[in-house]
């Protein structure tokens, strides 16, 4: 992974791609049916062709489009834009089929083989870690209520001041992501801190087009998840706030009612919220 040196728009973009490129590599392209790509690009063209006949786009619309794009390009943004934009749309087709525990988007910012820990453990931090101390409790548990031992709870976040490490040159590699073991109980208590609401990089052509478009690019404060257990379908989701800032508005459409938490400050101060997640076999 490189690392940029500071945390712009282009270092972010930059190891957002490299990250998606090596989770393509293994899983492996799939193979490509020659019937659904022309209907689904051929599709795909008519929408856009569509657009520039129903807006009358000009000359000049059309070439700051072009050069918009090869931006995005150039700064390593087409994870960061699609998954804004566009992935909320496909999560909603996976859905469909999915029961148990609501699933949400993925977005830019996941990185594999994070420090393993136990059922009970307190997520990579620095020493002076910023933020309100959330501990998150729940059991992870098939449909039919048995619980899922051996589970896999994987959590990453941004910090207390909206940065993700390993996309922001000035957070250790690893801090506030772990992969959690469940105990034979399916349980977890997971020791964070709470994130705050994260900004899209205002300097890069994401962050442009907000400002051109005069949106904002807030979303509101999460935690993302994946949990996993041999012969159940994973779930890929995340957690937000009661009453937090911009669960209405998120740029990326990606809230939803069942996945927000409600904390409670308890007499040691610390924020506790619980949450259970069911999965159903495969
Ligand atoms: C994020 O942190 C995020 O979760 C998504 C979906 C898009 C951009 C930044
Ligand atoms: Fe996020």
Not at 20 to 32: C, D, H, K, L, Y
Not at 59 to 78: I, S
Not at 228 to 239: D, E, F, K, P
Not at 253 to 270: C, F, W
Request: include cysteine; glycine fraction near 10%.
């Amino acid at each position: 992974t490189t690392s940029p040196a500071s945390p712009t728009a282009a270092g972010s973009g930059t190891n957002a791609t490299a990250a998606f490129r090596a989770s393509v590599t293994r899983s492996g392209p799939a193979p490509a049916d020659r019937q659904r790509v022309s209907t689904v690009v051929q599709a795909l063209v008519d929408a856009v062709r569509g657009v520039i006949r129903d807006h009358e786009i000009t000359y000049p619309e059309f070439r700051t489009a072009e050069q918009w794009l090869m931006d995005l390009g150039e700064a390593g943004e087409w994870p960061l834009f699609l998954d804004v934009f566009v992935e909320h749309e496909v999560e909603k087709i996976a859905e469909r089929t999915q029961h148990g525990t609501k699933g949400t988007i993925q977005g830019p910012y996941y990185l594999p083989g994070q420090k393993r820990l136990p059922a009970t453990a307190t997520l990579p931090q620095r020493d002076d870690e910023k933020g309100d101390t959330l501990v998150l409790t729940g059991q992870v548990r098939a449909l039919d209520g048995t619980p899922l031992g051996g589970a896999e709870v994987d959590i990453w976040q941004a910090d207390a001041d909206g940065y993700y490490s390993g996309f922001a040159p000035h957070i250790p590699d690893g801090n506030l992501r772990g992969v959690i073991t469940t105990d034979e109980q399916g349980r977890f208590e997971i020791t964070t801190v709470r994130p705050a609401p994260y900004r899209i990089p205002t300097d890069g052509p994401t962050g442009a087009l907000l400002t051109a478009a005069g949106w904002h690019p807030w979303r509101p404060a999460h935690l993302h998840l994946m949990v996993c257990a041999t012969g159940y379908r994973q779930i890929t989701t995340q957690l937000y706030f009661q009453g937090g800032d911009w669960l209405d508005s998120d740029v990326a459409s990606a809230t939803k009612d069942e996945l927000i938490l409600a904390p409670v400050r308890l007499g040691d101060g610390l924020l506790r919220a619980r949450y259970d997640f069911d999965l159903e076999p495969v």
